[in-house]
Antibody, heavy 125, light 107 residues
Framework: EVQLVQSGAEVKKPGQSLKISCKGS????????IGWVRQMPGKGLEWMGI????????RYSPSFQGQVTISADKSITTAYLQWSSLRASDTAMYYC??????????????????WGQGTLVTVSS | DIQMTQSPSSLSASVGDRVTITCRAS??????LNWYQQKAGKAPKLLIY???SLQSGVPSRFSGSGSGTDFTLTISSLQPEDFATYYC?????????FGQGTRLEIK
């Protein structure tokens, strides 16, 4: 059974750093991209970026480039999303999801078929 | 950048109704269109990929159609568990933009 299990809720102060995790199991972790999706309170879904755990190739949405870092440790089948200096506007639910490619001409174009349960990040002074 | 516009933003319907949600892309995205369902407090769930392919385990009352810029998600006969928010997502660009969502409520 494919599973993505995310780390627990976090409460942080502005300016603090944070790294949340997403552990994959039940499939070959190094063969699929993992993506991160933000959902601010009461709002829609935003694609943040993806990483290929096999070689750590990563792609970012322009909206999130430079704001977060996506990484992975294939030895423990875990992907990460981290911030060096949190802001109140980073308060949101963050989901990881497995990307299955479709279409044949690009391995980064596809759909998110399995999702983690979400990690709620609250940033408040 | 590609923009994805869903309509309506919200919709009230009754159990048994046929419901259609529309998603329009600002430029052609071929069939690179996915649909997700999200229930309150839960992670999104994939319903349809590649515009019209039904994800394994998803009831056949859900269907998707379209290509190019205009796409639809149809629920043929609403069930109580279908009341949720639905998102389209293009997977053509490098940023895989989501639509703003359509909230489906009980009438």
């Amino acid at each position: 059974e494919v599973q993505l299990v995310q780390s627990g809720a976090e409460v942080k102060k502005p300016g603090q750093s944070l790294k949340i995790s997403c552990k994959g199991s039940g499939y070959k972790f190094t063969s699929y991209w993992i993506g991160w999706v933000r959902q601010m309170p009461g709002k829609g879904l935003e694609w943040m970026g993806i990483i290929y755990p096999s070689d750590s190739d990563s792609r970012y949405s322009p909206s999130f480039q430079g704001q977060v870092t996506i990484s992975a440790d294939k030895s423990i089948t875990t992907a990460y999303l981290q911030w060096s200096s949190l802001r109140a506007s980073d308060t949101a639910m963050y989901y990881c999801a497995r990307l299955t490619p479709w279409g044949g001409y690009s391995r980064t174009k596809g759909y998110f078929d399995y999702w983690g349960q979400g990690t709620l990040v609250t940033v408040s002074s | 950048d590609i923009q994805m516009t869903q309509s309506p933003s919200s919709l009230s319907a009754s159990v048994g109704d046929r419901v259609t949600i529309t998603c329009r892309a600002s430029q052609s995205i071929s069939s690179y269109l996915n649909w997700y369902q999200q229930k309150a407090g839960k992670a999104p769930k994939l319903l349809i990929y590649a515009a019209s392919s039904l994800q394994s385990g998803v009831p056949s009352r859900f269907s998707g159609s379209g290509s190019g810029t205009d796409f639809t998600l149809t629920i043929s006969s609403l069930q109580p568990e279908d009341f949720a928010t639905y998102y389209c997502q293009e997977s053509y660009s490098n940023s895989a933009i989501f639509g703003q969502g359509t909230r489906l409520e009980i009438k």
